[in-house]
């Protein structure tokens, strides 16, 4: 008995073999979901696809490395198109954007934050996180970007002081350009944000 208690302990290692890579690839779809050719696949037989920007990437990570304002807005964008929702890339860009906030302006975040409402991935913390920007860029808004903004502050249920002050003041100066329906979803937005 004290000669076995002696004896290092083995440390059991698996083989890599056909059953563990099978498991890491599993592993590796989850984390960023399927493929662009099974999303191309499927999407095209429900919608109309821009060819030119799918097939502008191989795959869902060199996505997820997009850094820039415009190719941000256009994956985003082409995936609203599709309704669908990819937690993976879309936390990926979450982070570019609020790493680079000084490069976007109150429409661009209007027209990110309206695409990721529609798709369910729209967050408390990225409203407050683009509450500065919006506050100091929201008089470059149209009345459906001011809409798209408040809308988002209301979906998340995030009432941030400094942007709803802006966004309210630059509502006042603009009513006359917003639409009934616009309208309708402001006062939406309002009560929803309402304490």
């Not at 592993?27 to 999303?39: A, H, K, N, P, Y």
């Not at 060819?51 to 490395?65: C, E, N, R, V």
């Not at 302006?105 to 920007?133: K, T």
């Not at 309210?168 to 937005?189: E, Y």
Request: with cysteine; hydrophobic share 45%.
């Amino acid at each position: 008995m004290a000669a076995i208690l002696s004896q290092p302990q083995q440390q059991h290692r698996p083989v890599l073999g056909a059953t563990t890579t099978k498991a890491v690839k599993e592993q590796r779809t989850t984390r960023t979901g399927v493929s662009i050719q099974e999303l191309v696949q499927t999407a095209s037989e429900k919608y109309e696809l821009n060819q030119d920007f799918w097939g502008k990437y191989t795959d869902i990570p060199s996505m997820a490395l997009a850094s820039e304002k415009a190719d941000i807005l256009q994956i985003i964008e082409n995936f609203a198109l599709i309704h669908r929702k990819h937690v993976y890339l879309f936390q990926r860009l979450k982070n570019t954007v609020i790493a680079n906030l000084d490069l976007w302006s109150a429409p661009d975040l209007a027209a990110l934050c309206h695409a990721w409402a529609q798709l369910g991935f729209l967050h408390e913390d990225l409203c407050v996180a683009i509450s500065d920007r919006v506050a100091a860029t929201s008089h470059l808004c149209s009345a459906q970007e001011l809409c798209w903004l408040l809308n988002s502050y209301a979906t998340a249920r995030c009432f941030v002081q400094s942007a709803m002050d802006v966004l309210t003041r630059q509502t006042l100066v603009r009513l006359d350009d917003f639409t009934l329906s616009q309208l309708c979803l402001h006062a939406s937005s309002f009560a929803r944000l309402s304490t």
